[in-house]
């Protein structure tokens, strides 16, 4: 039986690998997410959204001793080669591939596995993120992560509009139930760590567009590179807009006027 006790922190370092594990994710509490978000489990037939091994990639780093608290994600790619159910047993896997210093804190680059139940590979996640240091204050001249790839989408405006989204703080608060990373739910963390509110969850951003991409077609694989742009707050309004043909997009965004705060490029997606 896996040990689910709160391991002692561990410094991230190149190398650290997750103990492999079995476990099924809580219907219940994917409902709750999916329907601050908008959504729910029939559009998805089932299966596991796949933003939600976002946050359980998270956790799952934290069960292995990387405490989540402080975290910011930059860069976050998303493989499904096989769709989960919602009620199937997963084994994860995974570990602690790079770890860099920036100007702000330390970027640290993970990759998590998630098997079936028959043993085939549902799911492969690359996340890279700014670890800044909970208990101080960020100098507000140290501004940004360092160098950051160029941006996917630069006129937002000129992309298909798909819905607008008003947050509010209480819905931040419900999605994030639980979760162990202050900046999304205590303003005095947030402020801390030089935001001026709580800012969303990037699986809380990016369930907004992959329902979007859902709504249109559910694919059998796909491949999606998504981007943080800029900090989404609990209080921020935001439009989600896409690129390309409908059914067969190309890029999808959450966007504030011509700003980008999120973005999403389809790099695969197949048919069932």
């Known amino acids: 039986m896996t040990d689910l006790s709160t391991p002692a922190p561990v410094t991230p370092y190149a190398g650290l690998a997750y103990t492999p594990r079995r476990f099924r994710f809580d219907p219940a509490a994917e409902d709750r997410m999916m329907r601050v978000c908008g959504s729910d489990a029939a559009l998805f037939g089932g299966m596991v959204d796949p933003a939600a ?7 799952e780093s934290a069960l292995n001793g990387v405490r989540e608290n402080g975290g910011v994600n930059m860069l976050q790619v998303v493989r499904m080669e096989s769709p989960l159910a919602l009620d199937e047993e997963i084994t994860v896997s995974g570990g602690i591939t790079s770890v860099t210093e920036a100007p702000r804190g330390m970027i640290t680059t993970a990759e998590t596995f ?3 139940a028959d043993g085939r590979l549902g799911m492969a996640l690359r996340r890279v993120a700014l670890k800044t240091d909970p208990a101080r204050a960020a100098d507000p001249a140290l501004r940004g992560a360092g160098a950051r790839p160029a941006p996917l989408i630069d006129d937002p405006e000129a992309l298909d509009p798909l819905g607008a989204v008003a947050l509010t703080p209480e819905d931040v ?10 900046l999304h739910v205590d303003p005095e963390a947030a402020a801390r760590a030089g935001y001026r509110a709580p800012i969303v969850g990037g699986s809380q951003g990016v369930r907004y567009m992959t329902a979007a991409l859902w709504r249109e077609g559910a694919p ?4 999606l590179d998504i981007r943080f742009r800029r900090p989404i707050f609990w209080d921020d309004a935001f439009e989600v807009r896409a690129e390309g043909e409908k ?3 190309s890029a999808l965004c959450l966007s504030r006027g011509p700003k980008v705060l999120m973005e999403m490029r389809v790099r695969r997606q197949e048919a069932s």
Request: proline letters at 4%.
């Open 53 to 59: 091994f976002i946050p359980h990639a998270i956790r």
């Open 114 to 116: 998630y098997h079936g």
């Open 173 to 182: 608060k419900t999605y994030s139930a639980g979760t162990a990373n202050l």
């Open 220 to 223: 059998g694989r796909v491949e």
């Open 247 to 249: 059914g067969a997009r």
